[in-house]
Nanobody
Framework: QVQLVESGGGLVQPGGSLRLSCTYS????????LGWYRQTPGKAREKVAI???????DYGDSMRGRVIISRDKMKNTVDLQMNNLKFDDTGDYYC???????????WGQGTQVTVSS
């Protein structure tokens, strides 16, 4: 059973940084893309960053240039380093996995990020 558990959300001031971490289990890593989506108030869920099975990083437009996605195969984690955070980055951030062979998708429960002064 695939499980994704996020951590690292919280309150940060504008211009600050946060690091989100997702611990995954129950999958054969080589057949999955892993990454992060977010849902901000009044908007649809959108891609932040995906780390592909081929070790390629694919960034969404919303936070491009301010985030870095990384994966630790030993720890079974995929992290999102977020820098220069803005008020509009406030929202729920979700860990995501997609099995490439059959297209199955999995989501974590989400972690909240609040950017406020």
């Amino acid at each position: 059973q695939v499980q994704l558990v996020e951590s690292g959300g919280g309150l940060v001031q504008p211009g600050g940084s946060l690091r989100l971490s997702c611990t995954y289990s129950g999958m054969m890593l080589s057949t999955y893309n892993l990454g992060w989506y977010r849902q901000t108030p009044g908007k649809a869920r959108e891609k932040v960053a995906i780390h592909t099975f081929g070790d390629y990083a694919d960034y969404g437009d919303s936070m491009r240039g301010r985030v870095i996605i990384s994966r630790d195969k030993m720890k079974n984690t995929v992290d999102l380093q977020m820098n220069n955070l803005k008020f509009d980055d406030t929202g729920d951030y979700y860990c995501y996995a997609r099995e490439l062979l059959n297209g199955d998708e999995y989501w974590g429960q989400g972690t909240q990020v609040t950017v406020s002064s």
